[in-house]
C-alpha cells in the first residue's frame, strides 16, 4: 500500500509512540515537503519533529502539479492542498488527512481519503494493533480530540465495544 499521510496524524502517532505502525501498514508512507517543512523545520523541539526527520521509511516528495496546489490553497492549507495533490500524482492506495474541507476536497477528486481514526480502524482490522482502545486513550491523552460518541462508535465498530 502506499500511503500519503498529514502533519497532525504523523505528530499525534509520534506522541504516543506509534509512528512506526505507519511501517507496519504501508509499503511507502510518503509526506509532502511542506509537511515535512512543517514538522521537522518549524516544528523543530515538538513532538513528532526529530522522529520523522530520522524516519528514513518516511519518503519526502515536492509535488509536480504546483498549479493545482495552488487551486486548492484558497480552501485548505498548503500541506493539505500538496498532499492531495501528491496522493493524485502517486496513485496513492490511501491519503490521510484529519481537517474534514481537505477530505472532503479530496473525495471530490476521487482519492481514497480517511482520518487518523480510520487509519486505526484499519490497523485493527488487519491486526497491526491487538487493541483500539487503548490506542484511542493514549491519542485522547496526547490532546487528539475524540468526541465520547465516536469513540463508542469506533469500538462498536472494531468489535471491543457493546
Given at each position: 500500500?502506499?500511503l ?5 496524524a504523523?505528530?499525534?502517532?509520534a506522541?504516543v ?8 501498514l ?5 509526506i509532502p515537503s511542506?509537511?515535512?517543512?512543517e514538522?521537522?523545520h518549524?516544528g523543530?523541539?515538538r513532538?513528532?519533529?526529530?522522529e ?8 519526502v516528495?515536492q509535488?509536480?502539479?504546483r498549479?493545482?496546489?495552488?487551486r ?12 492531495i495533490?501528491?496522493?493524485q500524482e502517486?496513485?496513492?492506495d490511501l491519503?490521510i ?5 481537505a477530505?472532503?476536497?479530496a ?9 487518523l481514526?480510520?487509519l486505526?480502524?484499519y490497523?485493527?482490522e488487519?491486526?497491526k494493533i491487538s ?8 491519542i485522547?491523552a496526547a490532546?487528539f480530540y475524540l468526541?465520547?460518541?465516536?469513540y463508542?462508535?469506533?469500538l462498536?465498530?472494531?468489535?471491543e465495544g457493546?
Amino acid at each position: 500500500m502506499i500511503l500519503v499521510i498529514d502533519s497532525s496524524a504523523l505528530i499525534t502517532l509520534a506522541k504516543v509512540g506509534q509512528l512506526d505502525l505507519l511501517r507496519q501498514l504501508a509499503e511507502t508512507v510518503m509526506i509532502p515537503s511542506a509537511f515535512y517543512d512543517e514538522v521537522v523545520h518549524s516544528g523543530r523541539g515538538r513532538a513528532g519533529s526529530d522522529e520523522v526527520s530520522r524516519s528514513e521509511w518516511i519518503r519526502v516528495r515536492q509535488v509536480v502539479n504546483r498549479e493545482g496546489a495552488s487551486r486548492l490553497r484558497g480552501q485548505i492549507g498548503r500541506g493539505e492542498a500538496e498532499s492531495i495533490v501528491l496522493a493524485q500524482e502517486i496513485q496513492a492506495d490511501l491519503l490521510i488527512l484529519d481537517d474534514a474541507v481537505a477530505r472532503r476536497l479530496a473525495e471530490e477528486h476521487g482519492l481514497p481519503v480517511a482520518g487518523l481514526l480510520g487509519l486505526l480502524a484499519y490497523a485493527k482490522e488487519r491486526g497491526k494493533i491487538s487493541a483500539l482502545r487503548p490506542m484511542l486513550d493514549a491519542i485522547r491523552a496526547a490532546g487528539f480530540y475524540l468526541d465520547d460518541r465516536l469513540y463508542e462508535s469506533l469500538l462498536r465498530h472494531t468489535g471491543e465495544g457493546p
